[in-house]
């Protein structure tokens, strides 16, 4: 996985070099540290599927870590959409053709490179087969794997989307040994700062909640400003720019944005230390009508 330092040689260690980045003919990163592999599984996702039919019309579209509704939303955009033409496109582009044989493909081994004379289109793009976690039990997440498992694999990406059971899907999420990971999350507080930092920041700047490895350090240093600026025009264009540079560097496939209705009474209130005032989440405390 991408998930560990490439110097980590730990006996036990995870980590699969299966690409030469440096291009000196030896392997020395994993594939999905590259920004276009990356980027082509974010064109390969079925957005308007997964909120209309998936999720029954009760998601709506948010096109970057900040949700619609929170302060900078406005300097998000949509870029990415299922194009599977674009796909495809951007692996060949960066040079992932068509070579390996798919039957010989593992998580970890040695691919089979079919000679040029003899590759007849049916041949993988990667070296290696990219593991997708949905768990058991939760029929949204199964079906999205699924989906963006057949849409790979028309652009000749190998993957494994077998929904696994939750003891499985717990491991994998901690000893990062997956590609791809369908998950949710709602914030602990109403910044913006919430969303972008635990999963497009690096570890060293306070994210990297998967355990991805992932680091942009340009991203970084956008990031880690807007957290404490307290000027709106400045942390509006660090926003702006946290975007840009994101988009070209992805790490999620940001799906929807739930909808729902909020009920409140006026005989109860949130308990007055409730970050964001939400029955979900916390206590909510009775007051005699009067």
Known sequence: DAGEESNNTDANSSLVLNHDCDMDGTMD???????AVRKAIAYAFDYDTARRDTY????????GPIPNGFLYDETQSQVFSYDLTIA???LEDAGFIKQYDCSSLTVAGAPTVVAEGDRDGDECRLPNILRIM????????????GQIAQSLGSIGVATDGDAKPWAEYLTMYYTSTFEIRFSGWAPDYLDPDNYWTPFAASHDAGGDAYGTNYHNAALDENLTAARVSTDDAERTQ????????????????????????????TDIVSAPWAAIGSAHWFDYDKLPIA
Not at 134 to 145: C, P, Q, S, V
């Open 56 to 63: 029954s019309g009760q998601l709506a579209p948010v096109y």
């Open 88 to 90: 495809e496109q951007t």
């Open 134 to 145: 949905a768990n058991e039990g939760n029929d949204y997440r199964i079906a999205m794997a």
């Open 29 to 35: 990163c994993n594939v999905m540290s590259q920004s």
């Open 238 to 265: 660090l926003y702006s720019n946290a975007f840009a540079l994101w988009t070209e560097d992805p790490n999620m496939i940001i799906i929807g944005q739930g909808n729902g209705i909020s009920v409140k009474r």
